[in-house]
């Protein structure tokens, strides 16, 4: 089981990024998806999180600029970043809580991906 971030990249201050998280592999179920973000020198903070049923949470510091939703069909999780500020310069990381088999659970976490902005 992985978890396959996409969708970052280098954007100027106010511009917009769509980031996208694929899970695949022997999958049960998924409950709850969200991103983590971390800079250099920081502990990992939690930017957006979704359950099943799609009920989400936001960072403070990201509320009314970023969106986070899923395609449970496709096992995917976005976060849709508008606004975007220098501040959000990190890797973000996509997590998800996998169901492997009934009553089987496993922590997965991608690669993590670089969103950079700048002018």
């Known amino acids: 089981v992985q978890l396959v971030e996409s969708g970052g990249g280098l954007v100027q201050p106010g511009g917009s990024l769509r980031l996208s998280c694929v899970a695949s592999?022997?999958?049960?179920?998924?409950?709850?998806m969200g991103w983590y973000r971390q800079t250099p020198g920081k502990v990992r903070e939690l930017v957006a999180g979704i359950s099943g049923g799609g009920r989400a949470n936001y960072a403070d510091s990201v509320k009314g600029r970023f969106t986070i939703s899923r395609d449970n069909a496709k096992n995917t999780v976005y976060l849709q970043m508008n606004s975007l500020k220098p501040e959000d310069t990190a890797v973000y990381y996509c997590?998800?809580?996998?169901?492997?088999?009934?009553?089987?659970?496993?922590?997965?976490w991608g690669q993590g991906i670089q969103v950079t902005v700048s002018s």
């Open positions: 592999g022997s999958i049960f179920s998924i409950n709850v």
């Open positions: 997590t998800a809580a996998i169901e492997l088999s009934p009553g089987s659970w496993y922590d997965c």
